[in-house]
Every structure is written in C-alpha cells, then in structure tokens.
C-alpha cells in the first residue's frame, strides 16, 4: 500500500537547526515534495526531489534517500515565523501522478 | 501570472442544504485537486480533474461531487450538508503530468454548517 509517515508536532529554539523526517512506501514513487503551511492558510510549496540527493534552498535544503524510502527536511537560522505545519507528499506514477499526503509536522518555534 | 483563485472565501450553511465551490486554476494548468481539511487533520483529498475528466477519487461519500470546465475552472459540490462538513475546502492546480510538475493552492474556502 501507500503510507507516509512524519513526526506529529516538533519543537525547536529560534537560531537553531532543525530536521523533519519524512518516511514513505509508495509503489511508483515519482518525486517527493515539502510545503510549508501557516495556521488558517493554504499550504505554500518549498522544495522538490526526485534524484537521491541535497537540494539547498536558503535557510532550507531537503534531502532523499529513494533506496531508503526517507526525506528529510532541514530548517536553519530559525525564525519565530518558521512556526507552521510542514507536509511531505509524494507523487505515485502508478495513480495518474496522484499526491499522496502526510499529515504534517506541526513545528513550534520557541525563543 | 495569477496564482490559483477560489470563491466564495468564507461561507455558512446550515444542514441538509447544499453547497457549490469554484476554482480558477493558474492559467495553463490542466489538473485540478480538492482537499478538505479540518482542525487538527492532514490534508484530506477529495478527487482531482484533468482535462475536465475525474482522474482520481478519495474516499468520500457521494455527497460530494465535482466537475471541470473546457477552459479548466473547476467547481465542488455538497448535496446534504451535514455537521462534520465544516472545514477548510482547498483547491490545487498544477500542469498535470509527470516532471517537476508542482501543485499550487488556492486560499481556500472555509465551509461552517450549522
């Protein structure tokens, strides 16, 4: 079957590094996604994987392992407004490049 | 380039009624996603149209249903509105095919039933 797991909720000091995890199993794994969303907003896209690998974006980079089925995604320099639910989704080739969703990491900053 | 619209922004029902929800999609996008969400819930998907064809379905009752026009806008609706429909409907457009083919959000239509 398909599942994706992620961490419920994570805390974290403002200025400090921090990783959400990221596990799947998914039959046609065709990329993997991170998106970032505020209490009460739409989910904002922030990173894309499909080759095994680091992407760096700014403060924020993603890496995947497809062997291992993992992604991670790697938060620096934390910022107070870096306090938001982060999603991995991963799209299957096998289901018309359907997303198939976590349920999200709710991050909370601390100062 | 306009990101993803959605209309109406907020709205309250009461039960038994119905409800229709529109979404505009980025211009050139052919695939349209809906997503529930509720306090508390990961994203929860609805079903997703691609060239005004149903693609992909969830596991949600018939109540809800949608549809896709020739220039790609889509609507969502919920016959029967019960209690637990309250949520953030959210809508999600995106080129459709393979490759670095992302999916952007609209800001979503938060649904109260009373």
């Known amino acids: 079957g398909q599942n994706i797991d992620q961490p419920t909720e994570m805390t974290a000091t403002e200025g400090a590094i921090v990783q959400i995890n990221c596990t799947y199993q998914t039959s046609g794994f065709n990329g993997l996604f991170w998106y970032q969303q505020h209490a009460g907003e739409a989910p904002t896209f922030l990173s894309y994987?499909?080759l095994d690998g680091l992407e760096e974006k700014g403060r924020f980079s993603s890496f995947l392992s497809r062997s291992k089925g993992y992604s991670y995604l790697l938060l620096k320099e934390l910022q107070m407004k870096d306090s938001a639910s982060y999603l991995c989704a991963v799209r299957d080739g096998n289901s018309n490049y359907q997303l198939i969703w976590g349920a999200g990491t709710k991050l909370i900053i601390k100062p | 380039k306009a990101g993803v619209t959605q209309t109406p922004r907020y709205l309250i029902k009461t039960r038994g009624q119905q409800v229709t929800l529109s979404c505009s999609p980025i211009s050139g996008h052919r695939s349209v996603s809906w997503y529930q969400q509720t306090p508390g819930q990961g994203l929860q998907f609805l079903f997703e149209?691609?060239?005004?064809?149903?693609?992909n379905k969830g596991n949600f009752p018939g109540r809800f249903s949608g549809r896709q026009f020739s220039n790609s806008r889509s609507e969502m609706n919920v016959s029967t509105l019960e209690l637990g429909d309250s949520a953030l409907y959210l809508c999600?457009?995106?080129?459709?095919?393979?490759?670095?083919?992302?999916?952007?959000f609209g800001p979503g239509t938060r649904l109260t039933v009373l």
């Open positions: 999600a457009s995106r080129g459709g095919q393979g490759g670095r083919d992302t999916q952007y």
């Open positions: 994987n499909v």
């Open positions: 149209y691609f060239s005004e064809t149903q693609r």
